[in-house]
């Protein structure tokens, strides 16, 4: 048994992909969330360990420094602080006096903006800036004296902040990496709760199936109280309301066809004693009175068509019932249907193309049933002559009955071998019983062939009637 494979864009990959996506979106936010929280956490411990220790470092050095400094003592300041803090560089300023506590540094880090800030505001200020692609703090403060007063002299101290970058960078590849797993479980956990999900829905499915099939009887096993639970018992109770309206339907159906066979067959007696009677009349119609030769003429035919109209309603009867039996033989199909052109007398109001030759084991009755409903309609509905023309392939026998005729309306097609349908809605009754394009075909359907309703180009209706060469049941 085959497995039925998954589907692009089937249910079960687009809840798989949606799982995952979620997932993997959630797990990007925390993530991102959980760096930059991080690494504000740890940057700020730093700065706050940083700027405590510089003021502290600052306000020790300070108290032995003379103002207003020369160059000589801003440069002990300088490397005083620099030596207490470990820190990579740190500047005096006095005016336009500077010194540093490393002369070969790069001062640039300290930029105009924080020395004004510290000189405008007289208050410790931060600034974090990057350097040749380092990440560097720089603090600046100015000194206060112990009366409170802040004279002109501002210190900065630079501080690498590289090993904070680091560990926050370690923290986010650690992160990422957990990610992976992440993914793979969800996509894992989503495919089992697809496969929770969809089960239900592949059953209903597979029921439905199953019903449209024609097995009434289907149903599906309700789990839960959930709203795929709800769904298949919807579903079975559209099941029961449909099985239970078919077998209403069914039983109906089999009452009116028992009915109208009953009547047929009862018709049948009382029919055969009127056609007696008719035919008495009509061959002594012209012994009688104008009008009462007439009435013998019309009673003679209306008897005929009710007759016929009998003798079809059994024939479809039987078809209902399942009771018709095919007795094929090998056959000359031109014989057969030179033979009924002849006993109808349709012989000279025929063109026919029969080749001799073609032969198939049929029903020969049938066929002659089949061949004289279709040119006898050719001959009510059409002009004549009406052209029979009989062609045999290898797999494959065809008799084509085309007339001269005006043609069928285009909303027949579909509908001409339907019972008892018109073509001309304004008639109230028609020339035959209205059975026999039907019959006709539910013949050519126990040959396992069929019967073609068309138009012609150059005007006139055609119908084909195709018989395979060999039956189903004839093939090896």
């Known amino acids: 048994m085959r497995r039925p494979r998954l589907r692009t864009g089937g249910l079960r990959i687009r809840l798989v992909v949606t799982f995952v996506l979620v997932s993997l979106i959630s797990a990007v936010t925390a993530t991102t969330l959980a760096y930059r929280e991080s690494r504000n956490a740890v940057l700020k411990r730093t700065q706050d360990a940083i700027q405590t220790d510089f003021r502290d470092r600052v306000g020790e050095v300070a108290a032995d420094v003379d103002t207003p400094p020369d160059r000589n003592t801003l440069n002990r300041l300088a490397a005083n602080v620099s030596r207490g803090l470990g820190s990579d560089l740190v500047v005096a300023r006095y005016h336009d006096l500077a010194a540093s506590s490393d002369t070969t540094a790069d001062q640039t880090r300290i930029t105009p903006e924080l020395r ?21 703090l720089v603090v600046g403060t100015p000194v206060a004296f112990d009366d409170g007063r802040t004279s002109e002299l501002d210190v900065f101290t ?73 769904l298949a018992r919807s579903f079975n109770h559209t099941a029961d309301s449909l099985q239970a309206s078919v077998t209403k339907l069914r039983e109906q159906e089999e009452r009116a066809r028992r ?24 061959e002594d119609a012209d012994q009688l009175p104008a009008d009462s030769a007439m009435a013998a003429r019309t009673v003679s035919s209306e008897t005929a068509q009710l007759s016929r109209l009998v003798q079809d309603l059994i024939e479809i009867s039987r078809f209902d019932a399942g009771a018709v039996r095919l007795n094929p033989s090998d056959t000359d199909l031109a014989a057969a249907i030179r033979s009924t052109l002849a006993r109808r007398g349709w012989t000279d109001l ?55 005729g005006p043609g069928l309306p285009a909303e027949s097609l579909t509908h001409v071998f339907e019972r008892f349908y018109k ?54």
């Not at 007289?122 to 692609?133: L, T």
């Not at 793979?184 to 709760?193: D, E, H, M, N």
């Not at 052209?387 to 084509?400: C, K, M, S, Y």
């Open 116 to 136: 004004a800030a510290v000189r405008t505001t007289g208050r410790m200020k931060f600034q974090r800036v990057e350097w040749h692609g380092e990440p560097y």
């Open 350 to 404: 025929v063109h026919a193309d029969l080749p001799d030759g073609v032969r198939a084991n049929v029903d020969r009755r049938r066929v002659d049933v089949v061949v004289a409903n279709l040119v006898g309609n050719a001959l009510r509905h059409g002009a004549p002559p009406v052209d029979v023309v009989l062609r045999a392939t290898d797999d494959e026998i065809t008799v084509e009955v085309r007339d001269r």
């Open 158 to 230: 630079v501080s690498s902040l590289r090993a904070e970058e680091e560990d926050t960078a370690g923290l986010l590849a650690t992160v990422r990496a957990g990610l992976v797993p992440v993914v793979l479980l969800t996509a894992v956990l989503a495919l089992l709760s697809a496969r929770t999900v969809l089960r239900p829905v592949r059953d209903l499915g597979r029921a439905t199936r199953t019903l449209a099939a024609g097995d009434l009887s289907t149903r599906v096993t309700v789990k839960g109280r959930d709203e795929l639970a709800d």
């Open 423 to 476: 073509t001309d809605a304004a008639r109230t009754r028609s020339e035959g019983s209205g059975l026999g394009t039907a019959i006709a075909l539910e013949n050519a359907r126990l040959h396992d062939g069929t019967i073609e309703a068309a138009n012609r180009a150059g005007g006139g209706a055609v119908f084909t009637l195709r018989l395979p060469r060999r039956r189903t049941e004839e093939r090896p």
């Open 259 to 282: 009915f109208v066979a009953d009547v047929s067959h009862e018709l049948r007696t009382p029919l055969a004693a009127m056609t007696m009677v008719a035919t008495v009349l009509d």
